[in-house]
């Protein structure tokens, strides 16, 4: 069954190095440079003096957040890019899932391998297995790489447990990769050809996708909440270097009702007035600390091999009563 | 004698259409037994059903006394060439026989294979999807041989090759099977394809068993008769009438007997299989697709 599984995927195999090749080979200058430029702007100077408080300390030089946003400006479209990236894991779904059962049985080939001495339930197991195992190693190479690569802005800019970033880096791809090629393998055990069996692929791995992020990522564990004054040092202005993950901001009233929602407002403690609140009005914010980042890309990855896993189960089975 | 397939009350649904419907019947070790019916008669789900890729909705299936759904013990025992021929079709004739080696451990025999192809002159290294029709057959044939198996099953193994391929084909499975015993089941709907080589028969037709039993048999057991118009009282000697056809003073009957016709009124020919088979075929229900045609029937 391996040496099977090997003779029929490599070719596949093949080309899906040479893929990640050609992404690495655009994704590797970007990240040299982004650290060369980094460097320049003396960056990792300035990432010392933010300090660990909470805020960026009011004597935090001019000269350093000049050099913070030129940096970000120059390079907020490696972010936009990189939203791209968010669909590697789907693409390995949906070429390497997908069509593993479908198209053994659109192309009638299931009536030969099926009526050999090897039994269905241990045919999908090693093809599943070893396709698993080659899409893990491809999406841990993925997450670290786009790891590396991002570190610099990271730093800096946008968070790395922010949305989008945090959904590329790290081991979440592992998690991401893995779900995307059980929901294709499960599809192609439902539609037995390969286009319906990716459609379905694509809208199963999107639907989970967004549904996990917005709804259950800022929950996986109790958020904290950060106040200040709105009449005074104005918005809370969270220190860069701590990474944190912003869940929810609002301007609330001295009553602490929400005002303004997804928003923060300050201005210098002599006005009476401020965007419409007054004393004892405060910005809100509910976040997730930057030091959780590692606990939560585990919680997600987690969640996401055990659907994959529960999924593959379904799968088997499935093929075991194809009839 | 022993049996090498049992099936009773065997069925088979699609929906609600039954594919196969109440097939009750066995198939003696070291035959080789023709599957012949029209095009959707229910050969391939038989055939699928004896080799376990499908899984019965009524009855039962037996195979060596086992049941052959997701069977291990009993696979590697029976050969099995589906239908259009399935194979990798960028895997060449050599890796296809190394798989074969690998899937089936115990009695495979990669030597009967490659020495089959060898003879055949099919190359080794060429992709199979470059073969010709023929040559495809001729390896997936090789295949199932390699297995060395007890039971072979052929579907529809000749439908897409010349009269040439066809009788090359043939040839080969016979030379191959003559001596070791193999039982063999070959589906078609062209009888003509399988006279030659088959020596039981089991005839289908929509769904359902019309004639089984050992060829020599079938022809001894059926006459056809000529004589005046019948008016339906018994004859002598005859069980069944299969078929009739009357002109104003005349009948002709395809009957099965069991003893000789004595009575003199009556001029006995014998029947050819083509003949008895094609009897058994045409008294199928016509089920009325005029309301699925919106036309009057």
Not at chain 2, 12 to 27: E, F, G, I, Q
Request: charged share 15%; hydrophobic share 45%; proline share 5%.
């Amino acid at each position: 069954m391996i040496w099977l599984t090997w003779r029929q995927h490599r070719q596949q195999a093949l080309f899906t190095l040479i893929g990640l090749a050609v992404l690495a080979a655009l994704i590797v200058p970007i990240g040299l440079a982004m650290r060369h430029s980094s460097t320049a702007l003396g960056i990792p100077h300035c990432v010392k003096l933010m300090g660990d408080g909470a805020y960026l300390s009011s004597d935090f030089p001019d000269k350093c957040n000049n050099a913070i946003s030129q940096f970000t400006n120059q390079y907020n479209i490696v972010n936009m890019v990189g939203v791209l990236l968010l669909f590697v894991p789907m693409l390995i779904g949906l070429f390497w899932g997908a069509p593993l059962v479908s198209r053994e049985i659109d192309e009638g080939t299931h009536r030969l391998v099926w009526t050999q001495g090897v039994s269905r339930g241990r045919w999908a197991l090693v093809k599943f297995g070893l396709v698993g195992a080659f899409t893990l190693v491809l999406s841990i190479a993925y997450g670290l790489g786009v790891s590396w690569t991002m570190t610099p802005l990271s730093q800096v800019g946008i968070s790395r447990f922010a949305y989008l970033s945090f959904d590329m880096q790290g081991i979440v791809p592992i998690g991401y990769t893995l779900f995307a090629v059980a929901v294709g393998v499960l599809a192609g055990t439902i539609w037995h050809k390969a286009l319906p069996a990716m459609g379905a692929t694509i809208a199963v791995f999107i639907a989970t996708r967004v549904t996990s992020a917005l709804y259950a990522r800022p929950h996986y564990m109790s958020p904290k909440v950060l106040t200040r004054p709105v009449l005074g040092p104005g918005a809370a202005e969270l220190n860069p270097a701590h990474g944190d993950f912003r869940v929810h901001e609002a301007v609330r009233d001295a009553a602490g009702k929400i005002v303004q929602d997804n928003a923060q407002v300050g201005c210098p403690p002599t006005v009476t007035k401020c965007g419409g609140v007054g004393k004892g009005a405060y910005n809100w914010m509910q976040y997730q600390p930057g030091g959780r980042f590692w606990a939560f890309q585990s919680i997600e990855t987690g969640i996401f091999i055990a659907i994959a896993l529960l999924l593959i189960a379904l799968a088997i089975r499935r093929v075991r009563r194809i009839s | 004698m022993e049996s090498v397939l049992d099936t009773s009350g065997l069925g088979k649904r699609y929906k609600k259409n039954w594919a196969l419907r109440d097939c009750t019947l066995s198939l003696p070790s070291g035959r080789v037994a023709a599957l012949v019916g029209p095009n959707g008669a229910g050969k391939t789900t038989l055939l699928h059903l004896v080799i376990g890729l499908l899984r019965p909705d009524a009855g039962g299936v037996r195979v060596f006394g086992e049941s052959p759904h997701d069977n291990t013990k009993l696979l590697p025992r029976i050969g099995f060439v589906a239908q259009d021929t399935p194979l990798y079709r960028d895997f060449t004739p050599s890796e296809l026989v190394t798989m074969g080696s690998k899937l089936n451990r115990g009695n495979w025999d990669s030597d009967v294979a490659r020495n089959r192809l060898a003879q055949l002159g099919i190359p080794p290294d060429r992709a199979v999807r470059k073969l010709s029709g023929g040559q495809r057959a001729q390896v997936a044939l090789a295949l199932a041989l390699a297995k060395r198996p007890d039971l072979l099953l052929l579907d529809e193994p000749v439908a897409s090759l010349d009269p040439l391929a066809r009788r090359e084909f043939l040839q080969a499975l016979m030379g191959s099977v003559a001596d070791t015993g193999t039982t063999v089941l070959l589906s078609s709907h062209l009888l003509g394809d399988l006279e030659r080589v088959c020596d039981y028969m089991i005839v289908l037709n929509s769904g359902r068993v019309r004639l089984t039993g050992d060829v020599d048999d079938l022809r001894a057991n059926y006459r056809q008769l000529v004589g005046p118009r019948h008016d339906g009282a018994p004859i002598p000697g005859v069980t069944e009438i299969v078929r009739q056809s009357h002109t104003d003073r005349q009948s002709t009957l395809l009957v099965k007997t069991d003893g000789p016709i004595t009575d003199p009124a009556w001029t006995t020919h014998d029947v050819t299989l083509e003949d008895l088979i094609l009897a058994h075929l045409v008294e199928t229900e016509i089920r009325g697709t005029h309301t699925a045609w919106g036309v009057p029937a």
